[in-house]
C-alpha cells in the first residue's frame, strides 16, 4: 500500500511563491508517475502537472504553464510543485497522485494512490 502526504500549502499573496512537497512511502518511489491536481470549491478536479519516472518528462496544465514546475527526488521519495506567481485563481486543495505505470495521464482516474491534499490559498 502507497501511501502520499503533501505538505507546504498555506496562505500567500497574489503574485507569490510556495513549494508543495509529496513524500511517498509503501512502495518504489521510482516506478511511479508522479501527477498533481487540484480542486476549487463547486469545481471539479483539475490536472496540473505530471512527471515522469526519472522525471526527465514533465508536462502541465494550460493554466499553470510558465508559472509551476514539477520536479522529484527519487532518493528522498519526494516529488515537488514550486509554483511562483501564482494568482486568486491558483486557489484550491492541491492533490499529489501516484501512478504504478510507464506511461503519464491527466486523467485524474488512472492514479491509483492520493494523498490528503494540501489547502492553498492566494489572496489579493
Known amino acids: 500500500q502507497v501511501q502520499l502526504v503533501e505538505s507546504g500549502g498555506g496562505l500567500v499573496q497574489a503574485g507569490g511563491s510556495l513549494r508543495l512537497s509529496c513524500v511517498a512511502s509503501g512502495g518504489t518511489f521510482s516506478k511511479y508517475v508522479m501527477g498533481w491536481f487540484r480542486q476549487a470549491p463547486g469545481k471539479e478536479r483539475e490536472f496540473v502537472a505530471v512527471i515522469t519516472w526519472s522525471g526527465d518528462n514533465t508536462y502541465y496544465g494550460d493554466s499553470v504553464k510558465g508559472r509551476f514546475t514539477v520536479s522529484r527526488d527519487n532518493a528522498k521519495n519526494t516529488a515537488y510543485l514550486q509554483m511562483n506567481s501564482l494568482q486568486i485563481e491558483d486557489t484550491a486543495v492541491y492533490y499529489c497522485?501516484?501512478?504504478?505505470?510507464?506511461?503519464?495521464?491527466?486523467?485524474?482516474?488512472?492514479?491509483?494512490?492520493w494523498g490528503q491534499g494540501t489547502q492553498v490559498t492566494v489572496s489579493s
Open positions: 497522485a501516484a501512478r504504478l505505470r510507464r506511461t503519464w495521464d491527466t486523467d485524474a482516474t488512472f492514479y491509483d494512490y
